[in-house]
């Protein structure tokens, strides 16, 4: 009989110390339902119960827990992400510069033009005479002209004036200066009219000045230039000696 006891106490305290657990475990499954309602709805708790007339209540359902909107931050890539849209091919055709230098052909070019079946005879060009030399051992003549009081007839008294200079810094020998009359184109000694000199004749340093006239026999067209001769006297009269001229040609006509 007292065994008996024993035994109902163990077992009453077994069945304590379950139901005990029971609770505990229940109460640790409700704080873990608890502890997930934020991210999705508690599950039902299953209550078994031993069979009696007493009904089973479940628990309230937990209202779903409303999350802040989400915030999506965009983290910076090495990529630039693709583009969204497809660029259009362009409309229009590409213009070649306008400023590009166009090559000119040179207006230069020689033409060749066949000559014609006459031919073209040459125009008369008048040829200048040549230019002759003037002044001989540093003698020059800085002054020759005709005087208004000149006659262009034949026999006509021609007045003629000169200065000779002497460019030297010395005395020069000569023998004959004078007038040498051109009929033609040629000189015409015969006619020359002596003027200044003599065998043993000098030029001083300062020059000579002087005045003369001509007279020629026959008309025509003449030209009139200073001359001086070096070879003695009576050779250059005489024509054997060489003229230099002294100055430039001067035209006349006698009529």
Do not use: H
Not at 104 to 132: E, H, K
Not at 208 to 230: A, H, K
């Amino acid at each position: 009989m007292g065994l008996n006891n024993l035994t109902k106490g163990l077992l009453i305290g077994v069945a304590v110390l379950l139901i005990l657990a029971l609770g505990i475990a229940a109460w640790a499954l409700l704080s873990d339902s608890a502890a997930k309602s934020d991210t999705a709805m508690a599950e039902p708790t299953v209550i078994v119960a031993a069979a009696t007339d007493v009904p089973v209540v479940a628990p309230p359902a937990v209202e779903e827990a409303t999350l802040p909107p989400a915030i999506i931050v965009a983290l910076p890539s090495d990529t630039p992400p693709p583009p969204t849209e497809t660029p259009l091919p362009p409309t229009e055709t590409a213009v070649p510069p306008t400023d590009e230098p166009t090559a000119i052909p040179p207006t230069n070019t020689a033409v060749f033009i066949p000559p014609t079946s006459t031919p073209i005879p040459p125009t008369a060009t008048a040829v200048p005479p040549t230019a002759v030399p003037l002044g001989a051992r540093g003698l020059i003549a800085s002054k020759f002209l005709l005087q208004d009081r000149s006659s262009y007839t034949v026999n006509g008294r021609i007045w003629f004036e000169f200065t000779v200079s002497n460019t030297t810094g010395g005395e020069v020998p000569y023998n004959a200066i004078g007038v040498m009359p051109k009929k033609d184109g040629t000189d015409r000694q015969d006619w020359y009219q002596q003027t200044y000199g003599g065998p043993n004749a000098t030029l001083k340093t300062g020059g000579l000045s002087w005045e003369d006239n001509i007279q020629l026999p026959e008309s025509g067209n003449y030209t009139l230039r200073l001359v001086v001769c070096f070879d003695g006297f009576d050779n250059c009269l005489n024509g054997g000696g060489t003229w230099y001229s002294l100055s430039n040609e001067i035209p006349i006509t006698i009529n």
